[in-house]
Structure formats: structure tokens, C-alpha cells
């Protein structure tokens, strides 16, 4: 294991169900996929920012903290698990939503994951997209302890590497899963954005001996910043857990080609993946993240580009609470 010694705190459901898609498979006529189900963490709805907020807040614990700091985009997943961390833990929250979707509705604006935000008590503040984040941040900390309290920031998506750590267990635990159900893994796919997930798992794998591909699909920089900025978090994630140099640049690879007109942004891709997934299997996927790698997963198999005899795990990140944001938007036909 590589994450004996870091402070946690158990906030998760785990491990969570791997479990194979039969309808799913069965319907594009490709390979064999299954789901690690990352929406099952248990935590207000769950999804993947729980496994890092264990160790986010563990450490916010351990330093004293009353006072969570975070931001995200307005429908953020992440702020919506923080809020909630923070209720469990006995702790304030204050949030920073960034506008990043452009003319939102105000089903966009106030349903969805923002409802949530404000049933577990967190302070929102509203700011332009493209806002320097981390002055603002700070300047929200230190309006926290001019009022006596004692502020911990975590930044977006928690994707430090104290955050990442939670992607680090992610691996090392679909590799125990694969070793009991006697499965084995061609490739596993999963969203890539604010990037703690996507190298936490590069660590967890690469750390224990796998060189299982991961293929991350891109919600919203292109391709040669969204995989700079992974390696690079995977890079540092690796020294924190005494494993530097496990993970090569080559190893991470981001298709940023189905991000359609921008974060947020619904396409017609992520839309009819929603729906399939909905409909043959009876699962949740959320419009920005997971949705939109579901629709890079099926147009790589339907282009043949996944091998019919190969078998595919795609990590399923949650969010399925952003969809009521999105109802007005999605075609439901």
C-alpha cells in the first residue's frame, strides 16, 4: 500500500461495485466494458471528489482547521462533496463559484448541484470566470481569521496531491478487485479536467507494477495543456507517496476532442450517451464529466479503435445530481 502514513478521515463508501455493462456491450457490438462505480462513494450522492477529500480534510484535521475554502464552477460536483465534508466534519464552508458557463439559465443557476450546496449550509460567492483563484482564495482565508477562525483551502476538483491520493487508493484498489473477480483490464477510460483524478490513478497503477492504459477524455483544456498539467500532478503525487519517477509522460494521454463548444457546454455526443447508458443499463452520468467521456468510450469503439476481443473499465466519476441543471438543455427524445 502506498498511503500508510497520511492523515484520512473515512468519508467514502468503499470499495466500490466493479461491475460489467452487458446491455451496453451487447448493444455497440465492441468490447467488452465494465464500470467502476465511483458514483456509488456514498457521500451526498457520491462521486469521484470524495476519495480526495479523505485525505484533504484528513489533513485540514490534522492542522486545526474550522473553515473549508474551496471553489469550483457554478454545478461543480466537488463543491457539492465539500460542502457536504465539511457538515460531516463539523466545519464551516465557504464556497467560490466561478460563472464559467456562459448566459446560464436559471435552472443552471440555482438547481442541480447548487440546491445541494445550499441544503448543507455553504457560503457561496459569485466570480467572473477566468478569476485568479488563488488570490481570491486567500483573501477569503484571511477574512476567516481576521473573524478568529482557522481557514483550510482546497483547491479545485482537491486536485493537489493530497487530493490525488484518493486516485492513488483508486488504482490499488481496482487491482485488488481485478486479482478477486479474476478479471483483467485492455484499457480503462475516465474524464479528465482538473486532473488529481486521472494522475492519482496513473500513481496507483504505475506505483504497483501495472501498465494498464489509461486513456483520460478531456472536458475542457486542449490536449498538450489538459496532459501537461496531469503529468505534472502525477509527477509530484508520486514523490509524496516515495514513488518518483513511476509514471513517464507517455503514460498520459488526454483526447480532447469531445469537448464540443466548451466546459459545460452540452453536445450531442454526451447527450446520446446520457441517455444510452440511461436506457440500457439504468445507470446516471452527468452532462460535463462523465457524460461527455462516455461519448469519447463509444465513438472510440464504434471506430473501431478498441479491439471487439479487448474488455474496458470506465471509471464512472459521479455527478449524476448536475443533470437537473441540464434539463432544459438536454434532448430527451
Not at 465557504?94 to 441544503?119: A, C, F, M, Q, T
Not at 468510450?297 to 448536475?322: P, S, W
Request: hydrophobic residues 40%; contains cysteine.
Amino acid at each position: 500500500m502506498l498511503l500508510s502514513g497520511f492523515p484520512r478521515v473515512q468519508l467514502a463508501h468503499l470499495p466500490t461495485p466493479l461491475e460489467i455493462l452487458p446491455r451496453l456491450s451487447e448493444e455497440l457490438g465492441g468490447p467488452e466494458i465494465w464500470v467502476k462505480r465511483d458514483d456509488c462513494t456514498g457521500l451526498a450522492t457520491g462521486g469521484n471528489k470524495t476519495r480526495k477529500l479523505e485525505f484533504s480534510m484528513g489533513e485540514a484535521q490534522e492542522r486545526g482547521a474550522d473553515t473549508i475554502i474551496t471553489v469550483g464552477a457554478v454545478q461543480s460536483n466537488h463543491v457539492r462533496q465539500t460542502a457536504a465534508a465539511a457538515c460531516k466534519l463539523g466545519m464551516k464552508c465557504e464556497v467560490l463559484l466561478e460563472h464559467r458557463v456562459s448566459d446560464p439559465s436559471e435552472l443552471y443557476r440555482n438547481s442541480g448541484n447548487v440546491l445541494l450546496d445550499r441544503i448543507f449550509g455553504a457560503s457561496l460567492r459569485e466570480y467572473a470566470a477566468g478569476t485568479d483563484f488563488e488570490l481570491a482564495m486567500e483573501e477569503v482565508a484571511g477574512d476567516v481569521r481576521a473573524a478568529g477562525g482557522a481557514p483550510y483551502i482546497v483547491p479545485g476538483g482537491a486536485s493537489n496531491p493530497v487530493g490525488a491520493l484518493g486516485y492513488v487508493g483508486c488504482g490499488e484498489e481496482l487491482l485488488q478487485q481485478c486479482e478477486e473477480q479474476d478479471v483483467h483490464f485492455d484499457h480503462i477510460v475516465t474524464a479528465t479536467g482538473s486532473a488529481g483524478t486521472h494522475a492519482g490513478l496513473a500513481v496507483g497503477l504505475r506505483g504497483n507494477g501495472s501498465d494498464l492504459p489509461i486513456l483520460g477524455i478531456g472536458v475542457n483544456a486542449p490536449k498538450d495543456a489538459q496532459e501537461d498539467k496531469v503529468y505534472k500532478l502525477a509527477a509530484e503525487t508520486a514523490e509524496l507517496v516515495d514513488k518518483p519517477g513511476c509514471v513517464a509522460r507517455e503514460d498520459i494521454i488526454a483526447d480532447c476532442n469531445y469537448i464540443g463548444p466548451g466546459y459545460g457546454q452540452p453536445t450531442d455526443g454526451m447527450n446520446e450517451a446520457v441517455l444510452l447508458l440511461a436506457r440500457t443499463e439504468g445507470l446516471l452520468f452527468d452532462p460535463v464529466y462523465s457524460g461527455k467521456a462516455l461519448a469519447g468510450m463509444i465513438d472510440y469503439i464504434r471506430r473501431g479503435r478498441f479491439d471487439h476481443n479487448e474488455r474496458i473499465v470506465f471509471l464512472h466519476t459521479g455527478g449524476a445530481a448536475g443533470l437537473f441543471a441540464y434539463a432544459d438543455i438536454l434532448n430527451l427524445a
